[in-house]
T-cell receptor
Framework: GAVVSQHPSWVICKSGTSVKIECRSLDFQATTMFWYRQFPKQSLMLMATSNEGSKATYEQGVEKDKFLINHASLTLSTLTVTSAHPEDSSFYIC?????????FGQGTRLTVV | GQNIDQPTEMTATEGAIVQINCTYQ??????LFWYQQHAGEAPTFLSYNVLDGLEEKGRFSSFLSRSKGYSYLLLKELQMKDSASYLCAVRDHSSASKIIFGSGTRLSIRP
């Protein structure tokens, strides 16, 4: 199947700082990528849909000024968690759609201290 | 909106068969996915159904009935490594075709 690479796989940051997470489709072009957040023992919650060359579409309740999404090319989308707080600590996962399947990155475990 | 329901937890015996059910309500349906997720890892794709019927792939099969808003994942010849969460997800009919996940079913396999 297609490969989606997400970086970093884990990050620890101080409260108030910003963290950027990258999601790359390595062997296909993805006009649309999705960002999910997953808290322990819970399912994936869709945060936003990232569209190449245009603004992301955010789900209800997700602050667009806090979770900045940039999809500058057909193979790269980035999620920046700005002014991170401990409650932002979570597992963040991106996915990219190729034809009928959706492939996931490895996920990024963010810990804000 | 969308609503996806699946059991929270199930237990089965190694070598046996288990069926995980998923019911959904959606304003626009464009396919149903099943994913497997081990703790701390990203989900991995298992199956995709967009038409009614059974899709078989090795030990795993997935069934869909669009009129009933119902799907199941069938796992045969269970192995200990099948202990994981199984996520049912529905894709909507919007231009973005976003995929929304159910809460997941934690499957435990006992020897």
């Amino acid at each position: 199947g297609a490969v989606v690479s997400q970086h970093p796989s884990w990050v620890i940051c101080k409260s108030g700082t910003s963290v950027k997470i990258e999601c790359r489709s390595l062997d296909f072009q993805a006009t649309t990528m999705f960002w999910y957040r997953q808290f322990p023992k819970q399912s994936l919650m869709l945060m936003a849909t990232s569209n190449e060359g245009s603004k992301a579409t955010y789900e209800q309740g997700v602050e667009k000024d806090k979770f900045l999404i940039n999809h500058a090319s057909l193979t790269l989308s980035t999620l920046t968690v700005t002014s991170a707080h401990p409650e932002d600590s979570s597992f963040y996962i991106c996915s990219a759609k190729e034809n009928t399947e959706a492939f996931f990155g490895q996920g990024t475990r963010l810990t804000v201290v | 909106g969308q609503n996806i329901d699946q059991p929270t937890e199930m237990t089965a015996t190694e070598g046996a068969i288990v069926q995980i059910n998923c019911t959904y309500q959606t304003s626009g349906f464009n396919g149903l996915f099943w994913y497997q997720q081990h703790a701390g890892e990203a989900p991995t794709f298992l199956s995709y159904n967009v038409l009614d019927g059974l899709e078989e792939k090795g030990r795993f099969s997935s069934f869909l009935s669009r009129s009933k808003g119902y799907s199941y994942l069938l796992l045969k010849e269970l192995q200990m490594k099948d202990s994981a969460s199984y996520l049912c997800a529905v894709r909507d009919h919007s231009s973005a075709s976003k995929i929304i996940f159910g809460s997941g079913t934690r499957l435990s396999i006992r020897p």
